[in-house]
């Protein structure tokens, strides 16, 4: 069974920036995709980022492109998410999220219903 768990949320003047971490286990890391998406409470959950199992193509969300940036360690099993130039509006509560293939050419790896596991959670708080 995989688990994924994430970190490194919390409280950051708007400007700032934060890295977000998410460890996964249980199955062979570098074999899945990795999302993030992001939710805030009465909205949908949204597509952030995602990146394929040998870090060499990523995606990201229209409102995070050239703030954030999705990266992979495979050895340590670990999928990251710097966050530069924050804002209030990126109040959310982030989450990790694994699926078995990265497409290239589809949308496929920016839709909620595509990814197999998922994260509980990390707050991210943006303040003014």
């Known amino acids: 069974q995989v688990q994924l768990v994430e970190s490194g949320g919390g409280l950051v003047q708007a400007g700032g920036s934060l890295r977000l971490s998410c460890v996964l286990s249980?199955?062979?890391?570098?074999?899945?995709?990795m999302g993030w998406f992001r939710q805030v409470p009465g909205k949908e959950r949204e597509f952030v980022a995602t990146?394929?199992?040998?870090?060499?193509?990523?995606r990201y969300g229209d409102s995070v492109k050239g703030r954030f940036t999705i990266s992979r360690d495979n050895v340590k099993n670990t999928a990251y998410l710097q966050m530069d130039s924050l804002a209030p509006e990126d109040t959310a509560v982030y989450y990790c999220?694994?699926?078995?293939?990265?497409?290239?050419?589809?949308?496929?790896?920016?839709?909620?219903?595509?990814?197999?596991?998922w994260g509980q959670g990390t707050q991210v708080t943006v303040s003014s």
């Open positions: 249980g199955r062979t890391f570098s074999g899945y995709a």
């Open positions: 990146i394929s199992g040998s870090g060499s193509r990523t």
């Open positions: 999220a694994a699926t078995n293939s990265f497409h290239t050419y589809t949308d496929y790896n920016t839709r909620r219903t595509s990814y197999n596991y």
